[in-house]
């Protein structure tokens, strides 16, 4: 597991939480199945960024909010 992955886990699962959607709302929106949604918020696999790109616009958050987060893993 590369750390920048569970950084960004993180940053969308945050996200998420505050936004009151659920997560599975949110994948299906995007496009991606439970099986890697869920590699993905185990941060077992990388969020592409057009796949972060629609969950910030689903989210109504900056998508330098969650790329950011995944590009500097110690803030």
Same mark, same amino acid.
């Given at each position: 597991?590369?750390?920048?992955?569970? @950084?960004?886990? +993180? =940053?969308? #699962?945050?996200?998420?939480?505050?936004? %009151? @959607?659920? /997560?599975?709302?949110? =994948? +299906?929106?995007? %496009?991606?199945?439970?099986?890697?949604?869920? #590699?993905?918020? /185990? $941060?077992?696999?990388?969020? #592409?960024?057009? +796949?972060? $790109? #629609?969950?910030? =616009? *689903? *989210?109504? @958050?900056?998508?330098?909010? *969650?790329?950011?987060?995944?590009?500097?893993? +110690?803030?």
């Amino acid at each position: 597991m590369d750390p920048i992955d569970l @950084v960004a886990a +993180e =940053a969308v #699962r945050a996200a998420v939480r505050n936004s %009151g @959607v659920t /997560q599975k709302a949110v =994948a +299906e929106s995007v %496009g991606i199945s439970r099986a890697t949604w869920r #590699r993905r918020m /185990q $941060g077992k696999s990388s969020f #592409r960024i057009h +796949e972060l $790109g #629609r969950i910030a =616009a *689903l *989210l109504r @958050v900056e998508l330098a909010t *969650l790329v950011d987060a995944a590009m500097d893993p +110690e803030s």
